[in-house]
């Protein structure tokens, strides 16, 4: 509380700082002739005309127009290099991250290589990395919830499988 009404303070301050500086300047401004101002912006227009000129000149000549084609070709080059170093640059980080962590990408097939060119995956792949994000899945606290219900519901189901069995047996050494 505060805070708010010491910025409060400092905003109204700066408004009324921001007020009486240019009410200071008005009076000279009003003073201006309007010639002298139409003749100020005529030379700020020619200045920009002649700034202007030079960038028309060198598009409109052929040789310049090479030159400007290649200049931005080398440009987007570079920048394109940058941006897959980075990227590679980027996965290795992750990959430190990962060994880190403990997950050192058993379920993942493929390696990253040193270009960033995308692959295609086949389905034996995407089935070896859908374990991997499973194991991601399993470890939330609402997953691990989830695995230790689905394992106290798989012991049911195999205590009940070997009672079943063993009362199968029983059956049939009681027909015999």
């Given at each position: 509380?505060?805070?708010?009404?010491?910025?409060?303070?400092?905003?109204?301050?700066?408004?009324?700082?921001?007020?009486?500086?240019?009410?200071?300047?008005?009076?000279?401004?009003?003073?201006?002739?309007?010639?002298?101002?139409?003749?100020?912006?005529?030379?700020?227009?020619?200045?920009?005309?002649?700034?202007?000129?030079?960038?028309?000149?060198?598009?409109?000549?052929?040789?310049?127009?090479?030159?400007?084609?290649?200049?931005?070709?080398?440009?987007?080059?570079?920048?394109?290099?940058?941006?897959?170093?980075?990227?590679?640059?980027?996965?290795?980080?992750?990959?430190?991250?990962?060994?880190?962590?403990?997950?050192?990408?058993?379920?993942?097939?493929?390696?990253?290589?040193e270009t960033a060119v995308p692959q295609k995956a086949s389905i034996?792949?995407?089935?070896k990395s859908d374990g991997y994000w499973n194991v991601l899945k399993?470890?939330?606290?609402?997953?691990?919830?989830?695995?230790?219900?689905?394992?106290?519901?798989?012991?049911v189901r195999v205590r009940v499988r070997k009672t079943s069995a063993?009362?199968?047996?029983?059956?049939?050494?009681?027909?015999?």
């Open positions: 509380m505060l805070i708010d009404i010491l910025l409060g303070i400092i905003f109204v301050g700066s408004c009324y700082m921001i007020w009486h500086r240019i009410s200071e300047k008005i009076p000279q401004v009003v003073a201006i002739p309007d010639e002298v101002i139409t003749q100020r912006l005529h030379e700020n227009s020619a200045r920009l005309r002649i700034f202007l000129l030079h960038f028309k000149t060198f598009y409109k000549e052929e040789y310049y127009l090479n030159l400007f084609w290649s200049f931005w070709g080398k440009v987007f080059y570079k920048l394109h290099i940058f941006v897959l170093r980075l990227d590679n640059y980027i996965i290795s980080i992750l990959k430190k991250i990962r060994a880190r962590n403990g997950f050192s990408g058993l379920f993942i097939s493929e390696q990253v290589t034996a792949d995407k089935k399993e470890n939330t606290p609402a997953a691990s919830m989830r695995t230790v219900q689905k394992r106290s519901v798989e012991g063993k009362t199968a047996v029983s059956r049939e050494h009681n027909r015999v």
